[in-house]
């Protein structure tokens, strides 16, 4: 049998512990010539002693991704309790926006239960590991935690099965509101490998790998989500959603996006954050 090499083990334990995937570094270690076997080799001892070091429990075979079954090009995709419309689908980035995605009651429900907790946004800091009040952020926001409440798991659950990835790995729904004037300049969700508090971000569940923005009130003007790299926008309509998923934690994804001023009237999403393991 094939044996770990040290070299590349201990370059490996520091960018798995900066939070690259082990799929990226395994892409980066075949193209930089390294045998095939001895990566497979070194990589799964890397990746034990991570899982050992974090407690963390990995559900999905490394490298794959959340992604609807889009075989056959459906028009909608039925999951339990809903059918879900496919609206627009992009190659790379992977974007797929779905309509009919939450209910007119969901929507309304979230917004609802969002209210006591609603209060200036914060972001994860990065430096710190930390939160934050974010300027480039002038939304207002909260977090539920996963099935804090009965509509918030009936919608972690639909997104689990539609798109194929564990609900163990989703993190509690986040509800923005953005009155009038407010915006989300464009960035990544992923978390920067190269920032110091990455490391202990990714102790809870490795990178995030996805994204769903969920539409829960539509503004009268503006309040898209664009992705400025391929030119997309995407309404923010109520009951719809835009999905996209990173395969690694870098620009060459594409999928820089924001959200556009709300020009007139009030816009709300719930935003989804789907991790490589279990999110603890
Ligand atoms: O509300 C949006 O359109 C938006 C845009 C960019 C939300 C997020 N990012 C997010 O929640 O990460
Ligand atoms: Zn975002």
């Known amino acids: 049998m094939t044996s770990a090499n040290t070299d590349l083990l201990k370059w490996l334990n520091e960018c798995l512990a900066r939070g690259h995937s082990s799929a990226s570094l395994t892409a980066t270690a075949l193209q930089s ?17 991570e899982l050992i070091a974090n407690r963390a429990v990995v559900r999905t075979p490394g490298g794959s991704l959340p992604e609807p079954d889009m075989t056959q090009s459906p028009t909608f995709i039925q999951t339990t309790d809903r059918r879900v419309e496919i609206l627009t689908v992009v190659k790379h980035p992977r974007v797929v926006v779905f309509g009919n995605l939450l209910s007119d009651e969901e929507c309304e429900s979230l917004i609802e239960l969002a209210q006591p907790k609603l209060a200036r946004s914060q972001t994860v800091d990065n430096q710190t590991g930390g939160e934050e009040v974010n300027s480039a952020r002038t939304s207002d926001g909260m977090f ?17 099965e539609l798109l194929n990835w564990p609900f163990e790995n989703g993190e509690g729904l986040q509800v923005l509101r953005y009155r009038t004037g407010a915006q989300y300049v464009p960035h990544y969700d992923y978390f920067d490998p190269a920032q110091p508090g990455t490391a202990k971000i990714v102790q809870r569940g490795g990178q995030r790998v996805a994204t769903v923005v969920m539409y829960l009130r539509t503004p009268d003007r503006g309040g898209a989500t664009v992705f400025p790299d391929i030119g997309l926008e995407v309404q923010p309509v109520k009951g719809s959603g835009v999905f996209f998923s990173y395969d690694r934690p870098h620009p060459d994804t594409k999928t820089l996006h924001g959200g556009t001023p709300v020009t007139l009237g009030e816009k709300y999403v719930a935003t989804k954050w789907l991790r490589e393991s279990e999110f603890i």
């Open 33 to 49: 010539g390294w045998n095939a076997d001895v990566v497979r080799a070194t990589v799964a001892e890397a990746v034990g002693r």
């Open 144 to 160: 539920f935690t996963r099935s804090e409440n009965p509509v918030c798991e009936r919608v972690e659950r639909r997104l689990a």
